[in-house]
């Protein structure tokens, strides 16, 4: 992969996760962080709870040891958060709401000030 095309990758997970690791990691504790996304395999756990995790240690990992593997979950993270993002709900309670909660375990707090 090409340096330009990782520091695209980076920008654009950067412009897409406007959490901290810390607030990641107490929001995935929480029940409303596990009470949504679709359940995959045997552990219980939705995709986007498992991609929250990965994104707390993408956070805290050094730009040099960033990993293919790494870089391409990062771009996943944005296009599943523009995608989501576009689906905004139209009804005005979006702070308790399902597509808010599922965006936060993605990372993106639609809350949140940029």
Do not use: C
Request: glycine share 10%; proline share 2%; charged share 35%.
């Amino acid at each position: 992969m090409a340096d330009d095309e990782r520091e695209t990758i980076r920008r654009e997970f950067g412009e897409a996760v406007n959490m901290t690791a810390g607030e990641l990691e107490e929001w995935l504790a929480t029940d409303d962080s596990q009470s949504v996304g679709q359940k995959t395999g045997g552990s219980g756990e939705s995709t986007g709870h498992e991609s929250g995790r990965r994104i707390v240690e993408l956070l805290k990992t050094e730009k040099a040891d960033l990993t293919d593997d790494d870089y391409a979950h990062m771009r996943k993270v944005h296009g599943y958060v523009q995608r989501h993002l576009a689906q905004e709900p139209t009804k005005s309670d979006v702070e308790s709401s399902k597509w808010r909660y599922s965006l936060m375990n993605w990372g993106h707090d639609p809350l949140k000030g940029s």
